[in-house]
Each structure stands twice: as structure tokens, then as C-alpha cells.
Nanobody
Framework: QQQLVESGGGVVQPGESLRLSCAASGFTLDSYQIAWFRQAPGKEREGVVC????????NYADSVKGRFTISRDNARNTAYLQMNSLKPEDTAVYYCAAERRNYRDQCRIQNYAVNFWGKGTLVTVSS
């Protein structure tokens, strides 16, 4: 079965950190760019960050730039999202998404050509 599974969500206080994981099974992740999206209660899903197949290129939304870091380990078929200095407005369900790309060194934060979505992991930032 081909799937993405996120883990690592939880409840933290403002200023704390979390590391999310996105594990692929049933397919090889290195043919896909990875992006993280999030959806806060009552809001539309928004793109947060992406990483290219090779890991050489990343793009971040302005809202998380300087606080979040995306990475990937193709040997482990897993991508990660390190989230530091978390704010209450980061509270959301976080989804990883895999899009098959021909280009190894490009990524784009978009949701119209995603091949696989995870089911999401909840991140709550509250004092």
C-alpha cells in the first residue's frame, strides 16, 4: 500500500519546538518533492514549505521562514519538519504531500499535482 504517514505532533507552549516526520511506504520517496501544508481550524489549507528531490532546494512561506526547517533522508524514505520558536498561530493539522517531479533540484509549494497526501498530525501551541 502506497502511503505517507506523519508523526510527531503534539501540544507545546509558545517558543518551544517540535519535529514532524513524514514516512513513505510502498513507493520510493526520492522521485518526489515533498511539501508540508497546514490547516488551522476554520481556515483553508496553506502551503508551508517544500524540498526538492535532491534536498538541494527548499522554499518557505514567509510566516515560517527562519523558524521552520525542512529536510529529507531518502535512504530512510522519510522527510522531516523541524519547527522552532512555535507560536499560537502555528496551531494546525500538518500534512505532508509528495509530488512526482522530473527535476531533482526544484520544488514548488502547490497542491494541484500532489500524488500522495498523509492524513495529518495535529500541532497545538498554547500556554
Amino acid at each position: 500500500q502506497q502511503q505517507l504517514v506523519e508523526s510527531g505532533g503534539g501540544v507545546v507552549q509558545p517558543g518551544e519546538s517540535l519535529r514532524l516526520s513524514c514516512a513513505a511506504s510502498g513507493f520510493t520517496l526520492d522521485s518526489y518533492q515533498i511539501a508540508w501544508f497546514r490547516q488551522a481550524p476554520g481556515k483553508e489549507r496553506e502551503g508551508v514549505v517544500c524540498i526538492s528531490r535532491s534536498g538541494s532546494t527548499t522554499n518557505y512561506a514567509d510566516s515560517v521562514k527562519g523558524r521552520f526547517t525542512i529536510s529529507r533522508d531518502n535512504a530512510r524514505n522519510t522527510a522531516y519538519l523541524q519547527m522552532n520558536s512555535l507560536k499560537p498561530e502555528d496551531t494546525a493539522v500538518y500534512y505532508c504531500a509528495a509530488e512526482r517531479r522530473n527535476y531533482r533540484d526544484q520544488c514548488r509549494i502547490q497542491n494541484y499535482a500532489v500524488n500522495f497526501w498523509g492524513k495529518g498530525t495535529l500541532v497545538t501551541v498554547s500556554s
